[in-house]
Each structure stands twice: as C-alpha cells, then as structure tokens.
C-alpha cells in the first residue's frame, strides 16, 4: 500500500515522458501525470490517484526545472493556506489598466496644446504632477499586502486636481472676439481615498475617482463609465492579462483560484445580461407615464417661480472674495439676478434643478487669472468650474464679468456636470 512506503513526493508534468521510480526505468505512459517516489508499478499510481485525486491532476503544467514537491505541501498549499490564490490576488490587484485610463485625460490637458498660453501650460503641467504622483502612490498602496493607506505611503487622502480645457463652440459675436480664438476654462476636482480599507477596495475606489475625473473632463458618459468598468473588470473580480500578456495561466492551487474567479465572472455576465423582458416592458410603460407628466408640466414654471428660486440663490449661496464695498457687492448681486430671471430658460434652471438648487458663485475681486491679454490661438475665460469630494459644485466668476460670458460659460460647461446625479 502507498501508507507503506513514505516519503512520497509528487513530481507534477504535463505530456508524455518517461517515469523514472527510485533510478528505474519503470516505462511510457502518455496518460502518466505524477510519479511517487517508492511507487514500483501503475497499481499504486491509480490507487494513489483515486485516493487523492486532488493531488493528481491532468490539467497541471510541467513545473519550471522539474522541481519537486510533496503532497503534503501541494495539499496545503490549495486547502489550507490563507494565502491560497496568492499571485491571483496579485494579477487582480494589477493597477495598469488605471494608468491606461487617464490617457485621454492626459491628452486632453497635455500642455504643448495651449504652447501660447503660459497659465495654462503652469496649470495642466501641474495637475499632470498631481495625477501622477495619486497615480504612483495608488500603484504603490494595491500591489503591496498592507491593510489600507500606511503613513509611509506616498498616496495621499485628498487631491485637488485644476486643470484648463477648451470650453467649446465659441459662441461670441464676431465684435467680442476673433473667431479663430479658441476659450478655455479651469475646472477642478476633489478626489478622496479612505483609510483603511483592504487594497482591492482602494482598486475599486481608484476607478470611481478617475471616473469622476473623467467626467469632469467632459471625457465620458454615465453609459460609457459602465462599459468601461465591465470591459476592464476591476469592478467585477475579473483576471486582468498579467505581464507576459497571458491571461489565466498558472500552477498548483492558483489556477484552479483564477478558473473559479472566470467561471463566476462570466456567471455574472450572464445574470446581468439575462434580460427580463416583462419587467423591462413595466419599466418601459413607467418612463413613458413619467415622460407624459413631465411634458404636461413643462414650461409651467412661473416668473414668481422662477423668481423664488433666483432669490434663493443670490440670498444664500453668492460668496464673496476678496476685498468689495457694499456699492459693487449690491451691484453684481442686482446684475445677477437679472441675468438669472431673464435667461431662466436658456440656462435650463428648470432641467437642472437639482444642480441649481446646491450651486455656490463665488465672485473674485481681481480676475484670478489673466483675462486682459488675449493671446492668439487661446483666451483664457477667468470662470472655473469647482466640484468637490461630496459633489457639490462652485463657480468661481471675475467680478468684471460680460453678460454673454456668463450665459456662454454656462450654457458651455453645465451639461458636463450631469454627474451630480449619478452615484459613483
């Protein structure tokens, strides 16, 4: 019996090979996957394989340089350690599918575009150190075993990240500006990591701050953000192709841990992509009555109505810094609030009530950036368009500011903001 004849030890291949027991030639067989040493015919082998037929499996690979290992370890090392699926955990954790998706952020705000405008080349150069550095410590905190964020750490808790991008179709009458001149805006973002969290939850963290970056950019939709996540399945625990651009290879317990995460990930797939029919015609049938409400109810918003909320507005969420009399503060507030009541409809204050009613202005006394000049491929507007890490966002306005730049500024970059309403 294999009892009688410790130690045995399991050399595992793959193919067709000679057996060799105890410096003999024992024979060929090409259905053969392990050896036992002490084992003197295919009896035992067949019994050993039936006993612990964990131990002895077709689908193991030939191990580098044909090294040896006991069953004992071999059992251990799939059962009972707590470390099983260990380099499976690490493939996962590999963050470069994240540097992959900030590159059409980094081309967007790439400082050679804006070559004639020094702020904003300082600007994006600057926010381009920041992503990179979140992006090294992040890199750092997921492939290390740590418990969450360590001090000694380069990821920080808080990046405030300001960057200039192109404000769109210049819409200014040919008077104001050359059409050939190109506006550009500052926008910036709060991004946020936790604590202390486990390194594969700081991965799926990482994806939904540089989703909200994204977005901000104007670079992505809520629609895209999720087939993107699905695409890279950081978010759905699917095996990433490691280093040598294979995906799924492995030896020992490891393969079997990586065949598991794919079989439930494709199981995944498939509940999510099982479609119910019944239920997709009730939601269909709800959108529709809610569609018909909306469109009985639209444009009933009154001048007091639209009125009230101005007031709301201008009361309680109108800042203002640096140094102002009262005279020029009653005179941009008054400013305002016409703008505001006589253009209520064109900046769709109705649509975007629930960004409208959370909206911080802050008005600047000196323009916080270079307004004056014009340069000749790129102006910059002196707006910038704030959201911070609870999704509240400020608009910082110059106080020297022209009715059609307002209306301009945010007829050009409140559809970008629409995230507001997703949940990240």
């Known amino acids: 019996m294999i009892v009688n004849k410790p130690p045995y030890k399991c050399l595992s291949v793959f193919g067709s090979f000679t057996a060799a027991t105890n410096g003999r030639i024992v024979g060929h067989n090409r259905t053969l996957f392990a050896v036992i040493s002490g084992v003197s ?46 380099s499976t955990v690490a493939d996962a ?32 150069a600057a926010a381009l150190q920041t ?19 360590r001090p000694s750490s380069g990821l920080g808790r808080r990046y405030e990240i300001e960057f200039v991008v192109p404000t769109g179709g210049d819409r200014r009458s040919s ?33 939904r701050e540089i989703s909200r970056l994204l977005k901000v950019a104007g670079l992505m939709s809520s629609e895209e953000t999720e087939g993107w996540d699905r695409e890279h399945g950081t978010l759905h625990g699917y095996i990433p192709k490691n280093e040598d651009g294979e995906r799924g290879r492995g030896y020992g317990g490891d393969r079997f841990e990586r065949n598991r995460l794919q079989r439930e990930h494709k199981d995944r797939l498939r509940r999510e992509y099982n479609v119910d029919w019944r239920e997709e015609k009730r939601k ?83 323009s916080m950036y270079k307004r004056g000049r014009r340069s000749k491929l790129t102006y910059e507007s002196g707006f910038k368009f704030s959201w911070d890490e609870h999704g509240i966002l400020t608009v910082y306005i110059p106080h020297d500011f022209k009715d059609w730049e307002f209306l301009d500024e945010f007829n050009q970059n409140i559809p970008d903001y629409n995230i507001m309403e997703e949940k990240f």
């Not at 639209?298 to 009125?307: K, S, V, Y």
Request: aromatic share 8%.
């Open 41 to 86: 015919n295919f009896e035992d082998i067949h019994h050993f394989r039936s006993i612990a037929p964990c131990l002895v499996r077709p689908q193991y690979r030939l191990l580098s340089s044909f090294r040896e290992v006991t069953p004992l370890k071999l059992f251990q090392k799939r059962f009972l350690s707590s470390n099983a699926g260990e």
């Open 284 to 366: 269909h049938a709800k959108a529709v009555a809610a569609m018909e409400r909306d469109l009985e109810t639209l444009g009933i918003c009154t001048e007091d109505m639209a009125r009230d909320a101005v007031a709301d507005l201008i009361g309680k969420r109108v800042k203002f810094f640096g140094t102002f009399d009262n005279i020029e503060k009653w005179m941009i507030l008054r400013r305002l609030s016409m703008i505001l009541e006589d253009y209520c409809d064109f900046l769709r204050m109705e649509d975007h009530a629930k960004m409208w009613g959370s909206l911080i202005i802050t008005i600047c006394n000196n």
């Open 131 to 149: 992503l990179n550095s979140m992006m090294d410590g992040l890199e750092e905190v997921i492939s290390s075993d740590g418990a969450g964020i």
């Open 175 to 207: 008077s104001a500006a050359d059409t050939t001149t190109e506006t550009v805006t500052r926008r910036s973002i709060v991004l946020t990591f936790d604590v202390a969290v486990r390194p594969d939850q700081l991965r799926v963290r990482g994806r």
């Open 93 to 124: 954790r590999h963050p470069r599918n994240l540097r992959a998706a900030i590159r059409p952020f980094v081309k967007l705000i790439h400082p050679d575009r804006y070559g004639d405008n020094d702020s904003a080349r300082k600007t994006n």
